[in-house]
């Protein structure tokens, strides 16, 4: 009847516009890989959205878009470390096929910070924290892995640190 239309109407209306989470975004990829017959898409997205379950159970409730990008950067990371094996043991086919899944992990991600960027912050986090000499990495890195979670590998902040600490304390 048309106070049930109207119900609905205002249902839908009281939820608002929500920005689509990752967990959704990553639902409605699945369904476009399915529909576009794209292997390496479909089987990375079934991998993530198993983790992120797992992870989930874990939990006991539902992970929030910054947990969801911890699981992207982790598994970013594992196919990183997987490349390089496959490189030295000449598996150029396996290397393939690691680097096409990298590709579709990093869509998920936000925008990565350009190396300028990240040194800017980095040195606004070396001036924040006081540090002197390298002994202060640790702090730095604390913060910097707070504020730039998602948005730059670990392993280049890091080596950029280190750099920048090295060249702070000459």
């Given at each position: 009847s048309a106070r049930r239309?109207?119900?609905g109407k205002r249902h839908q209306k009281d939820r608002g516009f929500k920005?689509?989470?990752?967990?959704?975004?990553?639902?409605?990829e699945l369904k476009e890989a399915l529909r576009a017959g794209n292997h390496t898409k479909l089987s990375v997205i079934r991998l993530l959205?198993?983790?992120?379950?797992?992870?989930?159970?874990?939990?006991?409730?539902?992970?929030?878009?910054?947990?969801?990008?911890?699981i992207i950067m982790t598994a970013l990371?594992?196919?990183?470390?997987?490349?390089?094996?496959?490189?030295?043991?000449?598996?150029e086919d396996l290397v393939q096929k690691e680097k096409s899944e990298?590709?579709?992990?990093?869509?998920?991600?936000?925008?990565?910070?350009?190396?300028?960027?990240?040194v800017g912050e980095i040195q606004a986090v070396i001036r924040e924290v006081g540090a002197s000499s390298p002994k202060d990495m640790g702090k730095v890195m604390k913060i910097l892995m707070i504020r730039l979670?998602?948005?730059?590998?670990?392993?280049?902040v890091s080596?950029?640190?280190?750099?920048?600490?090295e060249a702070h304390a000459h």
């Open positions: 239309l109207r119900r920005a689509m989470s990752l967990l959704d975004r990553l639902t409605e959205k198993s983790s992120i379950k797992n992870r989930e159970i874990e939990k006991m409730a539902p992970l929030t878009d910054e947990e969801v990008i911890a990371k594992q196919r990183r470390e997987s490349i390089e094996q496959f490189q030295k043991g000449g598996r990298l590709e579709v992990l990093q869509t998920f991600l936000p925008q990565q910070l350009s190396e300028e960027e990240l979670k998602g948005r730059a590998e670990g392993a280049k080596s950029l640190v280190k750099e920048l600490m």
